[in-house]
């Protein structure tokens, strides 16, 4: 059974995932993080700034969930770039040992294999940060996902890439393809914690938690986790 815990707002979200990786770091200063894109867990580093003065960081090491195929490292909405400017550079993090999937083409083929091997070779993901599709998607495995899948290829669907147009100029400029730890990857992490705000993610937050275990709506596959915690706003609560 997952921890749930409904918080006034995000900023409160923020703070209470951010004490608990604060304390990760203190308590074991290579820690290995599992980091998310998108606009949801920006409170959590946010919040994670002002805990971590003082703090050695230099060791720290994170795995990101996903990146997009094909897009040209240097683009702001690339997200390795996401994840260096919204993570490692305000907190300090060795750039060097927070990875990103690779999304370039030439190496797409093994790319998935390779950071597979990374992860196990770091001893796995003590805390994975996870954020939710408005159709239930964690990181971009998309509906009709394995939930044994590892990182790999994906194809986004046309509600994501429209979720996810703000983000560029046009809908036309997100990529069809990514690459994406997969179901199987998340729930070898040792911690899962999800967080979800406003009215757009109650149904899938409500489908992940109490829904069927189903391919149809990925994140239901927390339910199979043993220790989850999923922070939520009281409108992304609405219909649990
Ligand atoms: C994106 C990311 C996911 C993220 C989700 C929600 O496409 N690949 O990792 O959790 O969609 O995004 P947001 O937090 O901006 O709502």
Do not use: W
């Amino acid at each position: 059974m997952a921890e749930v815990v409904i918080v006034p707002d995000a900023q409160s979200a923020g703070d209470l995932v951010a004490d608990e990786i604060a304390s990760l770091i203190r308590a074991d200063p290579e820690v290995v993080l599992g980091l998310a894109t998108g606009s949801t867990p920006v409170p959590v580093y946010e919040a994670l700034r002002p805990r971590l003065r003082g703090v050695d960081v230099s060791r720290v090491r994170g795995f990101a969930l996903d990146e997009y195929v094909g897009i040209d490292p240097s683009h702001p909405q690339s997200y390795r770039n996401v994840i260096l400017r919204e993570v490692v550079e305000p907190l300090g993090l060795d750039p060097e040992r927070i990875r990103t999937p690779d999304g370039a083409l030439a190496t797409i083929e093994h790319a998935g294999a390779d950071y597979e091997r990374a992860i196990a070779a770091a001893g796995g993901i003590e805390l994975q940060i996870l954020g939710i599709g408005t159709d239930g998607h964690i990181g971009f495995n998309e509906p009709g996902s394995s939930f044994a899948s590892s990182t790999r290829v994906k194809t986004l669907t046309e509600q994501t890439r429209n979720d996810n147009a703000r983000f560029f100029d046009t809908v036309d400029q997100v990529p069809m393809h990514c690459i994406t730890q997969g179901l199987g990857t998340i729930l070898r992490a040792r911690h899962l914690v999800l967080l979800a705000f406003g009215e757009g993610k109650a149904a899938a937050v409500a489908g992940a938690l109490e829904g069927p275990v189903t391919a149809s709506l990925p994140g239901s596959a927390i339910q199979l986790h043993p220790r989850v915690s999923v922070v939520v706003d009281e409108s992304a609560a609405s219909q649990l």
